[in-house]
């Protein structure tokens, strides 16, 4: 019998999750090893450094260069805010002369008697790191930052959108059920909503408007995820989009009934603290929306998760590439030999029959077991 090897989602009630927070760039580290600590504890925070911003002073008041350090009110180090007076020079006994206000706010990093030129560089951006999950600092990265560890479920899903946030998990309909605007009351502000088949563009406005924190669903349709974004999306690299609420699908692009063990697991924890991640990479490099549900410290890790397991004759799949994204089915035939795709690659394939009930072959690359 023919077998393989492919990763599927991540379901479980109980496992150990490991979080890095990492810096983009060295700064300080404001937590040690064995420290508890909440979703929202700042591990790590440091400051990036802004813009310059070049002006030709000495051309701008009519002076040489080698003049530009006298006719300057500020020198090089000095912290100068848009509208002050930067350099004024005077000619003809002091009846005319020419001034210069700073078009910016910085600290002058350059004043050059050779060019003419000034540089002032905006103020650093601040950037905090949180914890992003609760739980126990394992490791501290020097200048970097930590990682995390806590006990909880997960639960993956195969696409979102939006970026880390936390809030209370809040059923809010039936597995098969399609959300409406009615599903969407004000009790559901700061909360992540859990339940139904699709959601649709109207919904996850009113969500927006109302301050839901996240919203975990069966299905989502690319047209309705476009108007509510304003723009077309790609599904290789999410989790950027600015908006004010992280939105995760289960299941795939339509409506498509939640997976019974999701809806039953997150339910089973209505009321309970998340973190949910929508940031979705589905290329090299793998990433998947998350939702995290810490549990005591005590609980039992679920010694019964496989993260990877064999591929055989009916085994439950998801495609996820096109143009079969989201589709699920059963394996009908796993062929030995390599067969020519659409890129004029040879590649491993496997018959899945969807369904619907049409049989299509894909990349073996191109489906995940549905655990």
């Not at 810096?23 to 090893?33: A, N, Q, R």
């Not at 639960?155 to 969407?184: C, K, W, Y």
């Not at 397991?309 to 998801?318: A, D, L, N, S």
């Not at 394996?331 to 369904?355: D, G």
Request: with cysteine.
């Amino acid at each position: 019998m023919s077998f393989a090897f492919t990763p599927g989602l991540k379901v479980t009630k109980s496992t150990i999750v490991k979080k890095e927070r990492v810096l983009p760039i060295t700064g300080e580290v404001t937590v040690k090893v064995g420290d508890a600590v909440k979703a929202e504890t700042i591990v790590a925070q440091t400051h990036v450094p802004s813009d310059v911003h070049m002006r030709p002073i000495a051309y701008i008041v009519g002076c040489e260069p080698y003049e530009l350090p006298r006719m300057m009110k500020f020198k090089e180090g000095d912290f100068i805010k848009e509208g002050d007076l930067m350099a004024e020079t005077k000619s003809f006994f002091g009846l005319f002369h020419s001034s210069h206000y700073s078009k910016h706010t910085g600290t002058i990093e350059l004043i050059s008697d050779v060019t003419g030129m000034v540089a002032i560089r905006e103020p650093p951006t601040p950037v905090q790191l949180n914890s992003y999950i609760p739980g126990k600092i394992t490791e501290v990265i020097e200048d970097l930052g930590v990682t995390v560890e806590t006990v909880a479920a997960l639960v993956q899903g195969i696409f979102g959108i939006g970026g880390e946030r936390h809030g209370e998990l809040m059923t809010i309909a039936e597995p098969d059920e399609v959300l409406t605007t009615d599903h969407i009351t004000k009790e559901c502000a700061g909360k992540i909503l859990v339940g139904g088949s699709l959601v649709t563009a109207e919904v996850l406005k009113k969500a927006s408007e109302f301050g839901v924190t996240g919203i975990v669903v069966g299905g989502l349709r690319r047209d309705d995820l476009n108007k509510y974004l304003g723009y077309e999306i790609g599904v290789a690299i999410t989790g950027q989009e600015n908006i004010n609420l992280t939105c995760i699908i289960t299941e795939g692009f339509g409506e498509m009934r939640m997976a019974g063990h999701i809806y039953s697991l997150l339910d089973s924890h209505n009321g309970r603290l998340a973190s949910i991640n929508g940031a979705t990479q589905i290329r090299a490099g793998v990433i998947r929306p998350e939702i995290i549900v810490p549990l005591q410290d005590n609980a039992r890790v679920d010694e019964e998760e496989t993260l990877t397991y064999g591929m055989e004759i009916g085994t439950r799949v998801r495609v996820i590439r096109q143009p079969y994204f989201g589709a699920l089915g059963s394996v009908a035939e796993l062929p030995i030999e390599l067969q020519a795709v659409e890129t004029e690659s040879y590649v491993r394939v496997l018959n899945v029959k969807l369904e619907d009930g049409r049989i299509v072959t894909v990349p073996r690359a191109n489906v995940e077991i549905m655990e």
